[in-house]
């Protein structure tokens, strides 16, 4: 799934952010918020609208002074540092393009600040309009491109100063969800040909695991976990996390057995065996998340009924082409979400409503979350 | 299917109600703009009777005869009354334009990023002058201009007087009233909300994060004022400079009462000419003049508006 995954960090400790905090009229917005960034990485902030990840982006920026904490950039302290004066530039959401002025004029808006000569800015805008494949429409006004245009306009502003520190808010959030898939590919490709280090900020978790080499989930200002996408996805360290990132069935139990090789958890419905020890103690409630696409359903019961598995009636299910969604209720009454990937046309015999249906996964399929 | 009948019909009910809305006004402007105008224009190129102007078509010896005077309009190419009239109109528009621009542009720019719960309030405040007659308060500035007045008080304590002097708008200190200092100082006050309201307008609807995109850029607040707010509020200040400048031109009131003996503008001529001379068409001809005179703002006026609002494409 991650395009970017094979990124690995250079030089770690480029961008640092440390214990910053921001208070709005004593709310605080972001909390003791630390990160790490390295040269050359993308990064996600991850959160719902709300959580902070803008007011951080913006204190990163400059347009927000924090209340307490530091911004290091390759060693130098950010403070005090108005916006116009860090070498950070911004893609901002729905792009906030010049309308007065033509595409190339916007490209070269900020190296015409920086009193560059004449010909090199036209160098330089060409460079930008064939980077991002705009070199035809140099002369038009923003509001004659389409969304898309406008959006590589954007990138090639905010890329055009070569700053060291790309700040995307929302980059695709203005595209229509067909033209975003295909965005979010070429957005990492051109950021890698530039080789940029780059933080985002989005609510959608596709673009940050798709487009990100790492990523920070955060929740009421508060950052809950940081790590690569497949990192946050198959081992959440929290119950927002697991909820938060794809779907998931939470289920309470008990700490029956704990032994360095393996667990097993009672629930209600069903008792759980782990193929890992947790270093609890036995009869502390535990928390068991299990991702719907690692369980597996079938008619007749599995061979090992003891354990992982359990069984139930079809009383909900939603068809999604590439994988069907089956909600199946348990004995409690509690329902489990399944999603079975549909890998032939035609079933002989599909499942349907009101069908009784065994539940099972392997030892290896779990999350035991301990807070 | 009886729907695209429905939505034909819809349609021209929609057409026939947009005539109604277009022909109002428009039919207004025609009756009582474009029908006058043609009047004037044809006592302007009349000979002036006992009574009244004759027509220009007449009866004479069994002859329809089409009479065309333009004496009218070379003589106001050659008196230099006129045309030091018409620069003085002119001149004292384009100031009162540029005073109020100066003052204007500041005054609606904080207004529009005053706090949204204020904004009202300003609003109000700038409306707030309309709701005392007119002549009254150009009558104020009379016994605030005047000597102890406050006006005056204020200027002539503070020593200003000896730099107006200079400036060549009062002819000596402590002479405030009937100079083009008076003059301009109620042309100023008088169409100051007319500038202030389209700035305001454009000004408020202006997006923040476009000046925040231009110092991210690298741009210093004031040159990011410059490049980005300025070009964005010109359709503000092109609405606001004509809206203060064409009334303006032909101003009667505010010179009558404020101006002096050098300060004798267009509207002042005018007014001679029919009241004092009892000459219609030259009266007639010095009006044409000057609405031609003023047409020429209003065409750039329109092609700017029109390139603001060009189609997309």
């Not at chain 1, 015409?112 to 038009?140: S, T």
């Not at chain 1, 079809?314 to 549909?342: C, D, M």
Request: glycine content about 8%.
């Amino acid at each position: 799934m991650a395009v970017a995954a094979a990124r690995l960090p250079v030089e770690a400790g480029f961008l640092r952010v440390e214990h910053l905090t921001k208070d709005f009229d004593g709310v605080g917005a972001v909390v003791d918020v630390s990160l790490d960034i390295a040269k050359g990485e993308i990064f996600a902030l991850l959160g719902s609208s709300g959580c902070g990840k803008s007011t951080l982006l913006r204190m990163l920026a400059g347009f927000e002074t924090p209340s307490s904490g530091r911004i290091v950039l390759a060693g130098r302290d950010l403070a005090g540092l108005p916006p116009y004066e860090r070498p950070m530039n911004m893609m901002f959401q729905s792009y906030a393009l010049f309308p007065h002025l033509t595409v190339a004029d916007n490209i070269a808006f900020g190296l015409k600040r920086e009193r560059m000569p004449a010909a090199d800015i036209r160098d330089r805008v060409d460079a930008m309009l064939r980077l991002v494949q705009l070199a035809p429409y140099a002369r038009r006004k923003p509001h004659q491109l389409s969304g898309g245009q406008q959006q590589r306009v954007a990138l090639a502003r905010s890329l055009a100063k070569q700053p060291q520190v790309l700040l995307l808010d929302e980059p695709l959030g203005a595209l229509d969800r067909k033209l975003r898939e295909q965005t979010q590919i070429e957005l990492v490709n051109i950021i890698e040909t530039v080789g940029v280090t780059c933080v985002m900020v989005t609510h959608d978790q596709e673009e940050a695991m798709t487009m990100a080499s790492r990523v920070a989930v955060m929740s009421e200002g508060r950052l809950l976990q940081v790590g690569a996408p497949a990192e946050i996805y198959e081992t959440p360290a929290s119950r927002f996390v697991a909820d938060f990132i794809g779907n998931v069935n939470l289920m309470e139990g008990t700490l029956d057995v704990d032994e360095a090789d393996h667990c097993v958890i009672g629930c209600a419905d069903v008792r759980h065996y782990v193929g890992h020890g947790i270093s609890g103690h036995p009869g502390m409630r535990v928390t068991v998340a299990l991702r719907p696409e690692k369980i597996h359903l079938s008619r007749t019961p599995p061979n090992f009924r003891d354990f992982n598995a359990v069984q139930g009636t079809v009383a909900e299910l939603s068809y999604f082409g590439s994988y069907t969604v089956y909600h199946l209720r348990l004995p409690s009454g509690a329902t489990l979400k399944v999603s079975q990937a549909n890998t032939h046309r035609h079933r002989d015999d599909p499942l349907t409503w009101g069908d009784a249906a065994w539940a099972h996964w392997s030892r290896s399929a779990h999350v035991v979350l301990t807070h | 299917m009886d729907a695209p009948t429905t939505l034909a019909a819809k349609l021209r009910t929609r057409v026939h109600g947009r005539w109604v809305v277009i022909g109002v006004p428009f039919l207004w402007l025609l009756v009582f703009f474009l029908l006058p105008f043609l009047i004037v224009l044809d006592i302007s190129l009349s000979e002036m009777g006992t009574v009244r102007p004759n027509e220009l078509l007449s009866w004479r010896d069994g002859v329809l005869t089409l009479t065309l005077r333009f004496s009218g309009y070379s003589l106001v190419a050659q008196d230099t009354l006129y045309l030091t009239a018409y620069v003085a109109s002119l001149k004292y528009a384009f100031w009162t334009t540029l005073l109020c621009l100066l003052i204007g542009y500041p005054f609606a720019y904080f207004m529009a990023r005053a706090r949204a719960a204020v904004q009202p309030a300003l609003l109000m405040l700038v409306m707030l002058p309309f709701w005392t007659s007119f002549l009254l308060r150009v009558y104020a500035w009379k016994g605030l201009l005047s000597p102890d007045g406050w006006a005056w008080d204020l200027i002539v304590g503070l020593g200003l007087d000896p730099v107006l002097v200079a400036l060549g708008l009062i002819p000596a200190p402590g002479k405030l009233m009937h100079t083009p200092f008076s003059l301009v100082i109620g042309m100023v006050y008088t169409y100051l909300p007319f500038m202030v309201l389209p700035l305001y307008g454009t000004l408020a609807k202006l997006d923040l994060r476009l000046l925040e995109a231009a110092q991210d850029l690298g741009a210093r607040p004031w040159v990011a004022f410059w490049t980005v707010t300025v070009p964005l509020s010109r359709a503000g200040i092109v609405a606001g400079s004509m809206l203060v400048f064409i009334p303006s031109v032909g101003e009667f009131v505010i010179p009558e009462l404020l101006g002096g003996p050098e300060t004798l503008m267009i509207g002042r001529v005018m007014w001679d000419e029919f009241f004092a001379n009892n000459d219609w068409p030259m009266a007639s001809t010095v009006a044409v003049v000057m609405i031609l005179m003023i047409l020429v703002p209003l065409a750039v006026f329109h092609k700017v508006q029109a390139e603001a609002q060009e189609p997309r494409s």
